[in-house]
């Protein structure tokens, strides 16, 4: 049974910083893209980030680009997104998602495999 278990979600000032974690098991982790998604109320889910198994490629969405940086750690099968000079347009909840596949792809429908999320809230 394939598991994913995001933390580190909170309440932060504009301009502060976060770091999400997502835990996961019940897959070969290097075998798969991870992603951060995030969905603010009234709105659809968007994508954010992803790296790939190997963590040697990654892409960002251009809204977070040069603020937000995603690693993965394959030993302990984590991925994490440090996120800085948080904006209150960044407030939402923040889900990790496993790819089927391990190419770089955005769209949510290559990702079956997903967390309950984590709420993040910038106050401005």
């Known amino acids: 049974q394939v598991q994913l278990a995001e933390s580190g979600g909170g309440l932060v000032q504009a301009g502060g910083s976060l770091r999400l974690s997502c835990a996961v098991s019940?897959?070969?982790?290097?075998?798969?893209?991870m992603g951060w998604f995030r969905q603010a109320p009234g709105k659809e889910r968007q994508f954010v980030a992803i790296?790939?198994?190997?963590?040697?490629?990654?892409n960002y969405a251009n809204s977070v680009l040069g603020r937000f940086t995603i690693v993965r750690d394959n030993a302990k099968n984590t991925v994490s997104l440090q996120m800085n000079s948080l904006k209150p347009e960044d407030t939402a909840v923040y889900y990790c998602?496993?790819?089927?596949?391990?190419?770089?792809?955005?769209?949510?429908?290559?990702?079956?495999?997903w967390g309950q999320g984590t709420q993040v809230t910038v106050s401005s």
């Open positions: 790296i790939s198994g190997s963590g040697t490629s990654t």
């Open positions: 998602a496993a790819s089927r596949i391990n190419g770089i792809v955005t769209a949510n429908t290559f990702y079956p495999y």
């Open positions: 019940g897959l070969t982790f290097s075998s798969h893209a």
